[in-house]
T-cell receptor
Framework: KNEVEQSPQNLTAQEGEFITINCSYS?????LHWLQQHPGGGIVSLFM???GKKKHGRLIATINIQEKHSSLHITASHPRDSAVYIC?????????????FGKGTHLIIQP | NAGVMQNPRHLVRRRGQEARLRCSPM?????VYWYRQLPEEGLKFMVY????????ESGMPKERFSAEFPKEGPSILRIQQVVRGDSAAYFC???????????FGSGTRLTVV
């Protein structure tokens, strides 16, 4: 069964700062997911990636399959980016598995 | 396309009652997943279903919890004889297959009083 470690657990930054959140997993995977959750809110899928790098607006996700490591970056951070960011991988690495989640990174961007 | 629809959004049950949570997947999605988020904890996998079949229920508590995804209608997560420890947010996600990712519903917040 896959295990996921995320860091940092909590992150407070000033508006405009460059943000990096890290994720490591234990079992080789078909794809890794980055999710966003606002307090009391639903879950939004930000990225699904299996190699390399993806970019969407100010968000960038990278993955190194050999190192079993992924990063989520936010450029020019804004208070509306404040949320919990969650890394997730398939339970057993591949197929149409359910997901195993990291504990999440609580991000606060101060104006 | 209305996305993944979960209802109710909030559900209050007294101890010992039954809770029924419904999830309608996105149109064309035949894979449904249920996850639980306990207060101040991360998301945990509960069960994975396809139409009329339970594929993986390794995350389901052994007693009181059951799930189904019938040929017609939504997927149902059923919790019998609820206890205070069942209070949590329950999220459903759907997918059309391995390569397509997951779409999450807004969740059902269950409170047991």
């Amino acid at each position: 069964k896959n295990e996921v470690e995320q860091s940092p657990q909590n992150l407070t930054a000033q508006e405009g700062e460059f943000i990096t959140i890290n994720c490591s997993y234990s079992v080789g995977i078909s794809a890794l997911h980055w999710l966003q959750q606002h307090p009391g809110g639903g879950i939004v899928s930000l990225f699904m990636l299996s190699s390399g790098k993806k970019k969407h607006g100010r968000l960038i996700a990278t993955i190194n399959i050999q190192e079993k490591h992924s990063s989520l970056h936010i450029t020019a951070s804004h208070p509306r980016d404040s949320a919990v960011y969650i890394c997730a991988v398939p339970n057993s690495g591949g197929g149409a598995d359910g997901l195993t989640f990291g504990k999440g990174t609580h991000l606060i961007i101060q104006p | 396309n209305a996305g993944v629809m979960q209802n109710p959004r909030h559900l209050v049950r007294r101890r010992g009652q039954e809770a029924r949570l419904r999830c309608s997947p996105m149109k064309g999605h035949s894979h449904v997943y249920w996850y639980r988020q306990l207060p101040e904890e991360g998301l945990k996998f509960m069960v994975y279903l396809q139409k009329e079949n339970i594929i993986d229920e390794s995350g389901m508590p052994k007693e009181r919890f059951s799930a189904e995804f019938p040929k017609e209608g939504p997927s149902i997560l059923r919790i019998q004889q609820v206890v205070r420890g069942d209070s949590a947010a329950y999220f459903c996600a759907s997918s059309q297959g391995v390569a397509y990712g997951y779409t999450f519903g807004s969740g059902t917040r269950l409170t047991v009083v």
